[in-house]
T-cell receptor, first 112, second 118 residues
Framework: QKEVEQNSGPLSVPEGAIASLNCTYSDRGSQSFFWYRQYSGKSPELIMFIYSNGDKEDGRFTAQLNKASQYVSLLIRDSQPSDSATYLC????????????FGAGTQVVVTP | EAGVAQSPRYKIIEKRQSVAFWCNPISGHATLYWYQQILGQGPKLLIQ????????DSQLPKDRFSAERLKGVDSTLKIQPAKLEDSAVYLC????????????????FGAGSRLTVL
């Protein structure tokens, strides 16, 4: 069973600080990795994706990928109360028709 | 561009009753997914269609769940008979990707259909 693991949280972050979210995956052949944000009672929305080792930045968000360690992370800089949500890590499985395997999500709470 | 449409948004039924959910993907999106998200968990894929064909239904409880995508556009997901553990949000998503090749596969989700089984 291919797995995607995340710490469930909640991760409490002071406003203006950096939130660091981690995700590990079991399928060594996975090539594409996604971070979705899900507000309570809402559907997931894509923040960013990454498929090359290293860092990828988009505004206040930075995704980091290390395929050798099977590890992907998301950094949120200058955290705002509006960043309070659950962050889902998703991995595109190998030998699949684009199927995404999701982790259980990390709840982030940004405190003013 | 219009998003993924789902209905109904909420449904409450008693166990052993049946329910159906409808999804209309983004226009032109060939691939459609139904995910089940139980409270506190990540979405779990139930079934994936490419056009009107099923490419993955390995996690669909086929004794009670069924899905179809006639004409490769709209899709319906049916549960009959429902069990208490089917209480969840049923998310429909679509993407323009049509193959299992490499590259990003960006899914766009609908608002979801929340099912409560009493």
């Amino acid at each position: 069973q291919k797995e995607v693991e995340q710490n469930s949280g909640p991760l409490s972050v002071p406003e203006g600080a950096i939130a660091s979210l981690n995700c590990t995956y079991s399928d060594r052949g996975s090539q594409s990795f996604f971070w979705y944000r899900q507000y309570s009672g809402k559907s997931p929305e894509l923040i960013m994706f990454i498929y090359s080792n290293g860092d990828k930045e988009d505004g206040r968000f930075t995704a980091q990928l290390n395929k050798a360690s099977q590890y992907v992370s998301l950094l949120i800089r200058d955290s705002q109360p509006s960043d309070s949500a659950t962050y889902l890590c998703a991995v595109r499985e190998t030998d699949s028709w684009g199927k995404l395997q999701f982790g259980a999500g990390t709840q982030v709470v940004v405190t003013p | 561009e219009a998003g993924v449409a789902q209905s109904p948004r909420y449904k409450i039924i008693e166990k052993r009753q049946s329910v159906a959910f409808w999804c209309n993907p983004i226009s032109g999106h060939a691939t459609l997914y139904w995910y089940q998200q139980i409270l506190g968990q990540g979405p779990k894929l139930l079934i994936q269609f490419q056009n009107n064909g099923v490419v993955d239904d390995s996690q669909l409880p086929k004794d009670r769940f069924s899905a179809e995508r006639l004409k490769g556009v709209d899709s319906t997901l049916k549960i009959q008979p429902a069990k208490l553990e089917d209480s969840a949000v049923y998310l429909c998503a679509s993407t323009a990707l049509t193959s299992g090749g490499s590259g990003a596969n960006v899914l766009t989700f609908g608002a979801g259909s929340r099912l409560t089984v009493l």
